[in-house]
C-alpha cells in the first residue's frame, strides 16, 4: 500500500506537470497572437498618421514611446531639432567675446559688463538679444550689482521664454536659475518655470514624438503640420528637475514625477543610441526574415518593443518604441535577459521573453503553505522578541556603565577642586606669604568653606550609596523652618560671596515649624542653593523666601540665571542626570544635588516644584505639610 501510494503521487504530480506545460504552451500562444495583432493595428495606425491628413499627435493614451527617423543607419534622438541661425554680426560676436575673456580669464566683471551690454546693443536676433541678457545678468552678479542682476534676469525670463541656445536649453531658463538661487518669491518666474516644466508644454505628455531631423521629410513630413510639438532635450530635462525642487507647490512633487519618466527615457534612448551591439542590424535582418509580419526587437528594463516603419515603399524607414508595460496583461512581464522562469516569446519577437506570475499554472497546496507560514512567523517572532529583550538589557547596561563612569569623572572633578585649593591655600601660610593678617584670616576662611564643600560632596556621596541600598534613616524633631535657612545660608555665605552673589532672605512672618531631620533638610537647601550658584550665569542674585501656604511649610529659591527649557525639566531630578545646552558646558557637576534634594523632601512628606524660564531663571519650591505626623 505504501508503494501504492507513493505510485499514485508519483502519477499525480507528472500529470500536473504536463497540465501546467500545456497551460503554459497554451497561454503563451494567446499571449504571441494578442500582442502580434495588437502590435499590427499601431504600426497601421501609426502609417496613416504618418501620411494621412490626421494631424500629427500621437494620443496621449497610445502605448507608443518614440517615432524616430534612421539617417545613414544612426537613429536620430527625437529631441533633435536642425537649427538654421543667421550669422551674427561682427559687432556683437566681438563684443560677446570680449566681454568672456573679461569674465572668465582675467577676472573682471565690471569690465565684462560694459563689454556684454555693447553686446546687447549691437544684437540683430532675438537669440543674440537673450544671449547677451544672460551673459549680462551672470556680470552683474559678479560684480556685486545685485538690483541689477535681478533686473537684467527678469527681463531675459520674460522676452525670452521660448529661444533657445545650441543645447536646446531656453536661455531664459539660465536667468530663472539665478533668480529662484536668491530665495525671493518671484511668482513670475515660478510661473514660468511650471508652465516650461508641465507636459503640455512639452506636447509630449506621452512620451511620443517625431524627431525633426534632416531626411524626415521623406516620410512625408511637412513642418508646418501641427504635431506633437517636441521632445525636450536632456539639458532642459534635467535643469527644469534643478529649479523644480527649489520651488515648494503642491503641483511641483506632479511636474517631478513626470520629469523623472521623461529624463528617464531620454537616458535609454540615448544608450538605445549609443548602444555597441548591432541592434539595427539585428532588427533589419529579422524584418527581411519576415517580410509579410513585423518584427519587433526588445531592449531595457522595461523593455521597449522596436520596429522600422515605411510609410511608403521609397520612404527611409523610421524606428517606432512601443512600451511593453502598457501593452501586456498585468500579470505577465516580459524581458530582454533569459531568468529562471522565462521563456522566448517567440516568432517575430527578437530578445524577448515572457516571465509568468509564480503559482499560475500549478496550483499551491494551501494547508501545508499556511502550516509552515505560521510555523515560521512564530518562530521569528520568537527570535525578535528575544533579540529585543537582549537589545533592551545591552542598552540599559550600556546606559548604566556610561553614567557610571561619567559619575566617576564627575566626582572625581569635585573633589580635586576643593582639594587643590586647600592645598594651595595651606602652603601659602605654610610659607609665610599671607603678608597680613586679614589676608590670614581670609585663607583660613577659604580652607574652611572647601573643607565645608569638600564634606557635603562626601556626604552627597553616602547619602546617594545609602539611599540606593534603602538604609537612608531620618531622625524627625520639631525643628524651625527659618533656622533651617538661616544655617545653609551661613554654611554658602563664603562660596557665595566669593563669587560676588548676593543672597536674600524674606519671611512672610509666619516662622512655621515641621516635623524634620533638620541635617537632612539643611543639605536639601544646599543642594538647591548650589544649584542656583551654578546655573546663576552671569546674574548674581539669589533670593530664598520662607513662609506657610495651604496648610504646607514653603521655602522657595529663587535665582535669575539661564533657566530650564520645558522638555528638559520632567528630568532634572533623575539620578546622573544633566541638562546638555550650550549654556550648560563646562559646568562641573556629578548630577546627583537634586535627586538627593528631592529625596529628602519626599521622606518629609512633601514636594518640590520647579517653575524656570529659559533666559530668565529657575524657582524651586520646596514644601513640607505642617501636620506633626508628618
Known sequence: MILLVVRVVRQESELAERRAAEQRR?????????LTARLQALRLGEVNRIIGDTGRRIPP???IVFVAPLVQDRMVPPWYREQTTPRAAAAFVRAQ???????????????????????????????????????????????????????????????????????????????AERLLATGRNDQDVTEYVLRRASPSESGCADGSAFAEAPGFAEAAVDDTTDRCSRWRSPNEAFLLQSLLRRIATPATAELLRALAIEIRNGEQISALIEDPHDWLGKLQQASRLAPGDLAWLGYGDEPWLLTLVSPTSFATPVVMAVSSRRIVPADVTLRVTAATDSVPLGDGFVDLRVEWPPGRFVAAPVLPGMLYASMLLFVLGSALFAGYLLLRDVHRETETAAMRSHFVASVSHELKTPLTSIRAHAETLLMGRAGSPDTTSDYLRTIVSESERLTRLVDSVLDFSRIEQGRKAYHLQQTSLDEVVQSAARAMEHPLSQLGFTLTISSDGTAPVVGADPEALTQAILNLLG??????????????????????????????????????????????????????????????????????????????????????GSTFSVRIPLQAQA
Open 26 to 34: 497554451e497561454a503563451l500562444d494567446q499571449l504571441r497572437r494578442e
Open 531 to 616: 544649584n542656583a550658584m551654578k546655573y546663576s550665569g552671569d546674574a548674581r542674585i539669589i533670593e530664598v523666601r520662607t513662609g506657610t501656604r495651604n496648610d504646607e511649610a514653603f521655602v522657595d529659591i529663587v535665582d535669575h540665571g539661564i533657566g530650564i527649557a520645558l522638555e528638559d525639566q520632567p528630568r532634572i531630578f533623575e539620578r546622573f542626570h544633566r541638562v546638555q545646552s550650550v549654556e550648560t558646558t563646562g559646568i562641573a557637576g556629578t548630577g546627583l544635588g537634586l535627586t538627593l534634594a528631592l529625596h529628602v523632601v519626599e521622606a518629609h512628606r512633601g514636594h518640590i516644584a520647579v517653575s524656570s524660564d529659559p533666559g530668565r
Open 97 to 175: 567675446l570680449d566681454g568672456e575673456a573679461q569674465e572668465f580669464r582675467e577676472n573682471d566683471a565690471a569690465a565684462a559688463v560694459v563689454s556684454y551690454r555693447r553686446a546687447h546693443d549691437n544684437a540683430r536676433s532675438p537669440r543674440e538679444r537673450c544671449s547677451a541678457g544672460v551673459s549680462l545678468g551672470r556680470s552683474y552678479l559678479k560684480a556685486g550689482m545685485a538690483a541689477a542682476a535681478q533686473s537684467s534676469d527678469r527681463a531675459v525670463v520674460h522676452e525670452c521664454g521660448d529661444v533657445e541656445d545650441a543645447d536646446g536649453v531656453p536661455l531664459a531658463l539660465y536667468a
Open 61 to 63: 493614451e497610445s502605448p
